[in-house]
């Protein structure tokens, strides 16, 4: 059994990453619902999948592009996105790659 110390020096908080921090990513997924507290106590809702127990948000403007992609490309598995800015200047681009 670890010691408060012992369990204090690998604690890790646990983090939302996001979509965008993944090479690729399978569209097959299952996509959650969580919820958090943001800085100034209102509680808020946000979609994410988890991989490997390490839980990648998704935003709402990505599963908008991959519902156009899958309009045109039905047979869309995986995608990339990438990520430009921060906060609510935040931009999302959606790559196919089959």
Known sequence: MAT???????FEPKQTKNI???QEVP???????????DGSGKE??????EIEGVEYRVPS??????KAIL???PTLKRIAVTK?????NTQYTVIPID
């Open 4 to 10: 408060l110390g012992e369990e204090a020096k690998v």
């Open 20 to 22: 965008a921090d993944l």
């Open 27 to 37: 569209i097959d997924l299952e996509l959650k619902t969580g919820a958090g507290i």
């Open 44 to 49: 808020f809702s946000y979609k994410y999948i």
């Open 61 to 66: 403007k990505v599963i908008g592009d991959i």
């Open 71 to 73: 309009q045109k490309k």
């Open 84 to 88: 430009k800015g921060s906060g609510l």
